[in-house]
């Protein structure tokens, strides 16, 4: 048994990596679905919202069980899950004749491993001994963004060196990483929330108003994020006319590296939440203003890269918000946080997908449509200065998780 808490962060580090695989590679290789297994567009949006949706359930369905079944045991699953999802995604193709349901079986398998991920690693991390929990958390999401930006680059320069006919090697190097974390995750030390006593049952925190302020919240920057992020390797092919290399690099590629930068940038801040996100919306909203009404290559192309950055705090911020005002929400509260989130990412490239579907394909026409997403973020930030604490959240726990080892932070193994 490994007894730092650093393994522990650095294993929660590289599960947010895992995450990154799964949201970002399907995407990546969406053109080559079409182009090379017949997958129609509306069949790519399905996968998009399959691929959320599927993870909105297991947020929803472990909000109470992570508890039961334990965090170790549901981790190391959520990798395996991950790591048979990407392979499925490599070979069920070769081997089912619907091509469409191969694919969309695999992102399923995925998906879960995904979900579960999104459910325990923030709590995990929150758990953890720290001076900064806010900065913690930010610097925990960045990794997201370097995973992403490790994934698109690489698998870039793989189809460009090696051509698309050979595109389902690339599931099959990346399912390695989540293969490995998972058996790093059976020797490292997991603190829960729950050993500090703070669980708040779902019934009290359904009924506090803050809390669904906090979900519209995660929920609209989910949408706003991934709206972007998911159509900008189109956009930028079929929109702009560059080619998937070059639409890949500048387009979803830098998007996460700024997102990164972001959150990177904010974990040495650390002050100021409230601050930060009301910029990061009113920017995010300017990005998509950029996006849909400036005709010229390089700036739409700037303004899809520039709304990673102005959507980088949304998801950890949101996570350190509710913290602050639900200190007692515990598991529950993450796990419907993050429920929120993934119907965000669900519906926001869902509904940019189906705008433009209907207006001929035209994929910055339904990026204009994603401008309401962080308009409304901007409209929930303000509602949380009107609420009033209850007195419940005022009971913020007083001492760190205690874990029964006698190393707690920085000893080495």
Known sequence: MLKSYRHTKAACYTGYVTQAIVNNLAPLLFLIFRNLLGISLAEVTVLVTVNFSAQLIVDCAFAKLADKIGYRTCLVGAHFFAAAGLLGMAFLPK????????????IIISAIGSGLIEVLISPTVEACPAKNKTAQMSLLHSYYCWG?????SLTTLFL???GEQLWWVIPIVWAA???VNAVYFLFVPIPTLA?????????RLFATKRFWILFALMMLGGAAELAMSQWASLFAENGLGVSKAVG???????FALLMGLARLL?????????LFLALSGALCAGCYLIVWLVPVQ???LAGCALCGFSTGIFWPGVFSLATQQIPKGGTSMFAMLSMAGDIGCTAGPSIVGACADAFGGDVRTGLAFGLMFPVLFLLMLLCTLKTKKPALMQEAPQEPCQESMPDQEEKSV
């Open 148 to 152: 992403a930006a490790a994934v698109i």
């Open 95 to 106: 081997i089912m004749p619907d091509k469409f349901a191969a694919l969309l079986v695999s």
């Open 266 to 274: 904010f974990s040495r801040i650390g002050k100021h939440l409230r």
């Open 298 to 300: 390089a700036v739409a």
């Open 160 to 162: 460009f060196a090696c």
């Open 195 to 203: 050993e500090e006593g703070r669980g708040m049952p779902m019934k």
């Open 177 to 179: 990483l989540p293969l």
């Open 248 to 254: 890949d690099l500048t387009g979803p590629c830098l």
